[in-house]
């Protein structure tokens, strides 16, 4: 084989040892948990697929079909996968999680984002762009296809994010909407009381960022023991048609069920379509509806819109 070839090989096994560390999969149990890699990718892809049949999960991940079954079996015993007959087909079974796995999905998930979060956090915001390029690079090579959204970055708040948060608000529900300064002075009551008041262990603010710039954002809050409170959902015009939205409500909701909320709450606008579009989308049903009133230098009709988790 020529040495060029060999050259590349081994900048191939370099980076796959590099890399494989770096994520921790060479550990026992993967993300601090006794399952596999294995085991943990067969819980994602059924939560993803929701409800697949064992042919279908092993055509799916290019298992042999007997390696998954004994897989199948393991998760099966340990309460984490249940399988049911298909209404269609009784001798098809159907998997699906139990809620004893679903709960070990968001915790893993959650770690799992956290150790991405720690890789890309030393790095410098050009850093992280071309890092998340270079990933995208690959899989475009990989796969033939091209990533589905450019790349963003999901993180929590840091300094300077929240003033971000007020500025756009106030400039987008100008710009789109005609709001007067009135709301931005509200946003930055609700991000004072936020930094104020703030519990790590049960609220979160979460910035989504792109090259470098903040696109977007969302806020998590303790309204009571029980009832969460999703606000300041927003996502720059720059960064729309990503999936961003979508994604942070996702964050809201797998956080509350964690941080063991029965009930997110949000307040919205009934003239803010594509954010009750992304509400009713997660499951989110508006449960109150207000009367006319003048607030923010417009006639609005505010609605209260309840998640049960």
């Not at 006794?34 to 799916?60: D, G, H, K, M, W």
């Amino acid at each position: 084989m020529p040495a060029q070839s060999n050259e590349r090989l081994d900048a191939v096994r370099r980076f796959n040892r590099l890399y494989t560390q770096r994520i921790g999969v060479l550990q026992e149990g993967y993300l601090h948990s006794p399952l596999t890699l294995p085991q943990v990718r067969v819980l994602y892809e059924i939560l993803r697929e929701r409800p697949p049949a064992a042919a279908e999960l092993a055509r799916e991940l290019d298992l042999d079909p007997a390696y998954l079954s004994r897989i199948l079996n393991r998760l099966g015993r340990d309460g984490l996968v249940r399988r049911t007959p298909s209404a269609g087909d009784g001798r098809r079974r159907l998997l699906s999680l139990s809620p004893k796995g679903r709960r070990l999905i968001d915790t893993l998930q959650d770690r799992s984002r956290a150790d991405a979060a720690g890789l890309l956090r030393p790095l410098p915001a050009a850093g992280q762009a071309e890092l998340l390029g270079a990933m995208a690079t690959i899989e475009r090579v990989l796969t033939g296809e091209r990533p589905s959204a450019l790349p963003y970055l999901l993180r929590l708040h840091q300094p300077g994010d929240v003033g971000w948060v007020v500025s756009a608000h106030g400039r987008l529900y100008a710009d789109e909407y005609g709001w007067d300064m009135s709301f931005e002075g509200h946003v930055a009551g609700i991000v004072q009381h936020f930094i104020e008041h703030y519990d790590p262990a049960r609220e979160r603010c979460w910035i989504a960022e792109r090259d470098g710039q903040q696109v977007g954002s969302v806020f998590l809050v303790k309204k009571s023991a029980t009832v969460a409170k999703l606000r300041l959902l927003i996502v720059d015009p720059s960064a729309r048609g990503l999936g961003i939205g979508a994604r942070l409500v996702e964050e809201c909701t797998r956080f509350a069920r964690q941080a063991g909320y029965r009930t997110v709450t949000l307040w919205t606008n009934s003239i803010l379509d594509a954010a009750r579009h992304l509400y009713e989308h997660a499951g989110y049903r508006m449960v109150e509806r207000g009367a006319p009133e003048r607030r923010f230098g417009k006639d609005l009709v505010f609605e209260t819109w309840e998640l049960t988790l």
